[in-house]
């Protein structure tokens, strides 16, 4: 579906893309994960071919973004990460609207209409003015609005930033029953949790280059260890580093932090019995599963980006 | 995908169509009832005192230029907010972007709503003035396409200027500079000819004054100042390489 060798975007002296090569299958969940400024949405503008490449080789849905832009965007449906919909209509009309942008019968439209909002819960909401919809309603609307062309890709640039745990809740289950009818999503995310739920595949982008690619499971299995033990000490803030030097040997690996010191072992209960052999007295212990954000943060960095 | 049914630019018209039938209310006193306050309190209020200009009463000589002058006004108006709104606030047009519609399809479909705008009020405004008698040829019936080649030649640069702005203050040097001085200086009110020598030209350049002079030559029956073909000419002239432009400019933005 999507094919990028090399690809390169540049504004000015600024590249925001670096030479990534990526490979979207038919039917599968695919994820952009990265700090802000990583290059996903230059990358994902470029597929959405609002935006020519700087150079190297893409091909969407097996054409060239840059001669056949409109034939692909008629194929693809597109979630962006600001809301664009138009307030001064109503929900039913954003939709209706957006369908005659594809060339779609007025009647088709309708009958989409009234289907996707079904689909995304607002059929109660379709008189309605867009402008008094919760944030979560007007991302649903945006989702239903990409898919009124039935295309065959939906790109979602960061799809639930800014949403409360009930909208987000809502939106996976509904992008995942989008999943299940085989249609190829293709997202951005900075949040762990997401990629997590919701990606078959993914590549973790840092400063423009892909540093890591893999399934959510086998990322945590390459980059980090299965478990996780936190460990906070009652005089710790400033004596964490010298904590971690007592743990040294402890785990495969272990990483100081301002407040906490994360020791990643295998074994987490192991981990914390040999801690204590040590005669260190931890006030608080929490031994958990690793996670995609362990990667995540050891891969790039934890040094705030903006 | 079913493909073709509709061109995009009239996709981008309905739009735009819609949102009007929500707000035309709010437009009817700017459209119909202001411009034939006008010609009532100038035409016949001022032309009390003026008598006649040119051999006919002042009321049939300001009315073809206050309906070009109205269609100038509305062109140039509805070019300004709502484009830079689309672009910054609503960002409709990077929704249609994302979509078949190009960026030179989403310029002629907003130039197409303004040509229906435009010419509703025109023919609404015709038939008003009909019965105050201000027609005095049967030429006055191509007044319409008179005032779409104005609203193109007039709208198009400013949907230009639109989209090549990042904030709202600019529209004011826009009015201040630009609409209100070729609203003052393009023969509405008075013959160019009372204008120093020196002023002119500015007539000369701005859409309006050809409009003017080609709407009145038809609703007087009288021969234009320049022969139509020029007239006819230099609006095209802003026309289309306003039209090019705001592709351009529609294009740069709505890209990388």
Excluded at chain 1, 40 to 52: G, Q
Excluded at chain 1, 260 to 277: F, K, P
Excluded at chain 2, 53 to 58: I, K, L
Aim: hydrophobic letters at 45%.
């Amino acid at each position: 579906m999507i094919f990028a060798r090399g690809l390169v975007k540049r504004f000015g002296d600024f590249t925001a893309v670096r030479g990534i090569d990526v490979e979207v299958a038919p039917g599968e969940a695919f994820g952009f994960l990265g700090p802000n400024g990583a290059g996903k949405s230059s990358t994902m503008r470029m597929i959405s071919c609002v935006s020519a490449p700087t150079s190297g080789e893409l091909r969407i849905l097996g054409m060239d973004p840059v001669r056949d832009g409109t034939r692909i965007r008629a194929r693809l449906g597109v979630c962006p990460q600001l809301d664009n919909l138009d307030p001064d209509l109503t929900v039913r009309e954003n939709l209706t609207t957006y369908a005659r942008y594809f060339g779609l019968s007025r009647a088709e439209g309708r009958r989409r209409a009234d289907e996707l909002l079904e689909f995304v819960q607002l059929t109660e909401r379709a008189g309605s003015m867009v402008e008094p919809l919760s944030g979560g309603m007007k991302r649903r609307l945006t989702i239903a609005r990409a898919m009124i062309n039935e295309p065959d890709i939906v790109l979602l640039d960061e799809p639930t930033t800014g949403l409360d745990p009930q909208a987000r809740h809502l939106l996976w289950e509904r992008l995942f029953r989008l999943k299940q009818r085989g249609t190829t999503l293709v997202l951005t995310t900075h949040y762990m949790d997401e990629a997590e739920q919701l990606c078959d595949r993914l590549v973790v982008m840092d400063g423009g280059k892909i540093v890591a690619e893999g399934s959510p499971r086998s990322l945590i299995e390459r980059y980090s260890t299965a478990e996780v033990v936190e460990l906070r000490f009652p005089d710790g803030l400033d004596l964490n580093a010298d904590y971690a030097a007592k743990l040294d040997g402890i785990g495969e690996r272990v990483d100081p932090l301002p407040d906490r010191v994360l020791l990643y072992a295998d074994d987490g209960d192991a981990a914390v019995a040999e801690v204590q052999r040590r005669g260190l007295s931890p006030s608080s212990v929490l031994v958990r599963r690793s996670t995609l954000e362990d990667v995540f943060l050891h891969l790039t960095g934890r040094t705030l980006v903006d | 995908m079913t493909a073709g049914t509709v061109h995009p630019s009239i996709a981008v018209l309905e739009r735009h169509l819609t949102l009007y039938r929500r707000l035309w209310r709010a437009s009817v006193f700017s459209s119909f009832v202001l411009p034939v306050l006008f010609v009532v309190s100038i035409g016949i209020g001022v032309g009390g005192y003026v008598g006649s200009v040119g051999g006919v009463d002042y009321l049939s000589w300001i009315v073809p230029g206050v309906v070009a002058s109205t269609a100038f006004q509305m062109a140039v108006g509805e070019s300004t907010y709502s484009v830079l709104g689309d672009f910054k606030w609503v960002r409709a047009y990077h929704a249609m972007r994302a979509t078949p519609v190009r960026p030179d399809h989403i310029v002629t479909g907003h130039l197409l709503y303004l040509l229906f705008r435009v010419t509703t009020a025109v023919l609404v405004f015709l038939l008003v003035v009909l019965f105050f008698g201000a027609l005095h040829s049967p030429w006055a019936v191509t007044v319409p396409l008179v005032c779409a080649l104005l609203t193109v030649a007039s709208a198009a640069p400013v949907t230009a200027f639109a989209a090549s702005i990042e904030s709202d203050s600019h529209f004011s040097l826009l009015f201040r500079f630009v609409m209100i001085p070729a609203t003052l200086f393009s023969g509405v009110f008075f013959p160019i000819e009372q204008l120093p020598a020196l002023v002119r030209p500015v007539a000369y350049a701005s859409p309006l004054w050809h409009a003017v002079e080609l709407c009145r030559a038809a609703t007087l029956g009288a021969a234009p100042p320049w022969p139509v073909a020029a007239h006819v000419g230099c609006l095209l002239l802003w026309a289309v390489a306003g039209t090019l432009l705001a592709a351009h400019r529609f294009r740069r933005r709505l890209e990388d």
